[in-house]
């Protein structure tokens, strides 16, 4: 290997930042007027009622501390023939993903996980979560399990960013609900610091999507950022200066 070609390849380009990215969490497709469209709102609405007070989730991306990319890996097994045992591949592996969120004054972020948790369960608002053929149409009975295709999300993605906070990549999971919800660790001390906790997702599978739609919490109309020149932005930081 000479030593200008590894320095072509690189200078070339910049690197990926994982201090640089965003998520969007969609709502779980039975979700009563939030929900995907046609999707009955027979999951009801969270009892915390944070959904409503904050509009959506569109809160939710910029308070997310820390995300990481979900692991992807094959199983296999072996083949026994004549002449050497050789591997086969036959399941496909997917690992769960965690993020931390920090939690505003109002602890948003917590009733709204908490709020979808417990939608799975049967605990809705009141009035809601039910159908002219449920058993009582008045009220769901706390307990009662969802079904699937009304507690998961179409989709949540993982966004890296480039320097200018355009998308760059999309990492969708598919078919997504929180499984877990992680507790709030207090303490004392001469500093607070901000609480935050802590979500584990469970879906059916991952892939790579086109970032070219942009993403809804950037305000630039423009799908990605414009091609990093290191020199450009030297002589911005040095104006700033």
Do not use: C
Request: hydrophobic content about 35%.
């Amino acid at each position: 290997m000479q030593v200008s070609d590894f320095n072509e390849v690189i200078t070339k380009e910049d690197f990926a930042r994982n201090n640089l990215y965003s998520i969007e969490i969609y709502m779980p497709k039975g979700h009563k007027d939030m929900g995907m469209s046609g999707g009955g709102g027979y999951l009801g609405e969270f009892y915390t009622g944070v959904e409503k007070e904050k509009g959506g989730t569109k809160f939710l991306s910029y308070k997310a501390k820390q995300v990481s990319v979900p692991g992807k890996s094959l199983g296999t097994i072996d083949v026994k023939r004549f002449g050497p045992i050789f591997k086969v591949a036959n399941d496909l592996i997917i690992d769960t993903v965690t993020m931390t969120f920090m939690i505003g004054e109002d602890y948003a972020e917590h009733r709204f996980f908490d709020g979808w948790i417990a939608a799975v369960m049967g605990q809705v608002k009141h009035g809601t979560g039910v159908s002219k053929n449920s058993p009582k149409p008045s009220h769901r009975q706390v307990y009662t399990l969802s079904y699937y295709q009304d507690y998961i999300a179409s989709e949540i993605r993982i966004i890296p960013l480039d320097r200018q906070g355009g998308a760059i990549a999309n990492i969708a999971l598919i078919e997504a609900f929180p499984s877990a919800l992680g507790p709030v660790e207090y303490m004392w001390g001469s500093e607070g610091e901000i609480a935050t906790f802590t979500v584990t997702w469970a879906f059916r599978d991952w892939n790579h999507t086109d970032p070219g739609h942009g993403w809804w919490a950037d305000s630039d109309t423009t799908a990605t950022g414009g091609k990093f020149n290191e020199g450009h932005f030297l002589e911005s930081e040095r104006e700033r200066q």
